[in-house]
Each structure stands twice: as structure tokens, then as C-alpha cells.
């Protein structure tokens, strides 16, 4: 008989247990696989933001509109630039009254919000090219401040930086569930099966001919519990992302986005072969080489 059909047989006749294990070890692959979603998609956000290019120039409230004028039409003729947009104080509380309608917006003036110039940069310009430009828009008697959103970004990279280590620190005690899980459920089996193997060793079968089932067995506990975690993962991220904010989305500039296929498909051969290898090791005791 193949081991195939061995291994077959064997979980038919304790498909109870083989299901606990399964759920076990969909429980660590599905913090694991939350994880890498979180990671994935920051690590989309800091590439976004790190090459958004763009500045918001604030206006003085004595600024004239010549002066705007000018300093648009510079602008506009500046290496680096690819849009100059003026954004005056009425239409910046428009704006953020259709983003955010609220009752403490409302009530604010128009000049609470202070006028600006969006500046779009060439994709692909250099840091050192913005530094010049954000650099001469500061010597303008008409420019207050200027935003360019490098704070934020550092902060996101930060972040994701020990989201990666969060990740990395989980895996191995992914990694450590797993192979508890499956180690537990083979001996359980190994135990159960304790007649089937002495018959099988009398009658002159090798170690590995009476292993390979068991091995087959645990394979499969890891691979199918990195598959139900993931099923499950896009299920709750398809739900929440039906309900994210459009507006949200916009701001941020990135649209969150499941796990890659080639991740899916590494997480579930990552089960198959720790399931497999926890298999072996609970097994080395008992079989001779």
C-alpha cells in the first residue's frame, strides 16, 4: 500500500484529531499572515509617500496677489515642478468641510484656514532637488512655511521597521506553535497506530516505509492551516476594506491590497514543510535509522 493511501486511511480513522491540529495551526498562521498583511501595506504606504512629491507652500495673510502671482509663474518655471496649484482660504475650508463635515469645522472662518500653493514635483526628482526648492521658497517674503511631509514619512518607515521586527519576532513563535501542534498530534497517532507499526516492522518493512504516512500526515496538518488562516484573512480583509473610506484612501494615496500570490503560496509550502519536519523529529525517538 502507498503512503498515500496510508496516510489516507490513517486520517479518516482519527480525523477528529487531525482537525484540532489543522484549527491549532490556522490560529499561528493567522496571526502570522495578519502580520504580513500590516507590513505589506505599510511598506506600499512609506514607498508611496517617499515618492508622492509634494510640497505645500503657506501663504502670509499680508501676501498680495501679485505676489502669488509671481511666485506661482517662478514655480512654474522651476526645474523639478511639475504643477503650482493656489489654494486660497475659502476653498481650503471647502475642501475640508466635504473631507470632514463637522459641526467644529463649521464654525470656524475662512481665514482659520490659511492659503497655500500645492506643489506637485517630476517624478523621479531628487532629495537634493527638492531641498534646493523648499529652500528657495523659504527666502520669499510672501511664503510663511513650507510642508514637506518628510516628518510623516520618516515616521511611517519607523513604524514599519518595527512592524518588521514585530513580524519576524512572531514567525519564529509561529514556527515554535506549529511544530508543537504537529509534533503533539503525531505521537497522539503514532501511539494509536502502535499495533499497525509492530506488525508492519515483523514483518521486515524498512523505517522509512513505516514513517513516510506519518510524515505525509503532518505535511498536510502545516500546509492546510497556512491555507484555512489565509482563506480566512481575506475574508476579514475583504469585509474591512468594503467598508474603508474612500476619502481615507485618497489621503493616504494607497489602496490597501492582500497578501501576493507568491507569499501565499511561500506561507503555505512554509507550512507543509514545518508541519513535515516537526513530524520527523517526534518520530526520530521511536524509529531506528
Same mark, same amino acid.
Given at each position: 500500500m502507498r503512503a498515500v493511501q496510508r496516510a489516507w486511511r490513517?486520517?479518516?480513522?482519527?480525523?477528529?484529531?487531525?482537525?484540532?491540529?489543522v484549527l491549532s495551526t490556522s490560529v499561528a498562521f493567522l496571526c502570522l499572515?495578519?502580520?504580513?498583511?500590516?507590513?505589506?501595506?505599510?511598506?506600499?504606504?512609506?514607498?508611496?509617500?517617499?515618492?508622492a512629491g509634494q510640497l505645500s507652500a503657506y501663504l502670509r495673510a499680508d501676501?498680495?496677489?501679485?505676489?502669488?502671482?509671481?511666485?506661482v509663474k517662478a514655480l512654474?518655471?522651476?526645474?523639478?515642478?511639475? *504643477?503650482?496649484?493656489?489654494? =486660497? /482660504?475659502? $476653498?481650503?475650508? *471647502?475642501?475640508?468641510?466635504? =473631507? /470632514?463635515? $463637522?459641526?467644529?469645522?463649521?464654525s470656524l472662518p475662512s481665514a482659520a484656514f490659511p492659503a497655500s500653493l500645492e506643489i506637485e514635483l517630476a517624478e523621479g526628482v531628487s532629495a537634493d532637488r527638492v531641498a534646493v526648492v523648499v529652500k528657495q521658497l523659504q527666502a520669499?517674503?510672501?511664503?510663511?512655511?513650507v510642508e514637506t511631509y518628510a516628518s510623516w514619512t520618516a515616521r511611517v518607515s519607523r513604524f514599519v521597521s518595527a512592524a518588521n521586527l514585530v513580524a519576524l519576532c512572531l514567525t519564529f513563535v509561529v514556527f515554535l506553535a506549529v511544530a508543537t501542534v504537529v509534533s503533539s498530534t503525531t505521537k497522539l497517532m503514532l501511539e494509536r497506530r502502535r499495533d499497525e507499526v509492530e506488525v508492519l516492522r515483523i514483518v521486515g518493512a524498512t523505517s522509512e516505509y513505516v514513517r513516510r504516512p506519518f510524515l505525509l500526515e503532518g505535511a498536510v496538518q502545516g500546509a492546510l492551516g497556512a491555507l484555512g488562516a489565509l482563506v480566512l484573512c481575506a475574508f476579514v480583509f475583504s469585509f474591512l476594506t468594503s467598508r474603508f473610506d474612500s476619502e481615507?484612501?485618497?489621503?493616504?494615496?494607497v489602496e490597501p491590497r492582500f497578501l501576493p500570490?507568491?507569499?501565499n503560496l511561500g506561507l503555505i509550502a512554509m507550512g507543509g514543510v514545518?508541519?513535515?519536519?516537526?513530524?520527523?523529529?517526534?518520530?526520530?525517538?521511536?524509529?531506528?535509522?
Open positions: 490513517g486520517a479518516k480513522s482519527e480525523w477528529k484529531a487531525h482537525a484540532i491540529s499572515a495578519f502580520a504580513l498583511l500590516i507590513v505589506t501595506n505599510l511598506g506600499r504606504l512609506e514607498q508611496r509617500w517617499q515618492t501676501a498680495t496677489p501679485i505676489d502669488v502671482s509671481e511666485v512654474r518655471a522651476t526645474q523639478g515642478v511639475a *504643477s503650482v496649484r493656489h489654494l =486660497a /482660504s475659502e $476653498t481650503a475650508r *471647502s475642501e475640508m468641510l466635504q =473631507a /470632514s463635515p $463637522t459641526s467644529l469645522l463649521e520669499l517674503p510672501s511664503i510663511e512655511s481615507l484612501m485618497l489621503l493616504l494615496g500570490l507568491l507569499m514545518l508541519g513535515c519536519v516537526a513530524a520527523y523529529l517526534s518520530l526520530r525517538k521511536a524509529f531506528t535509522a
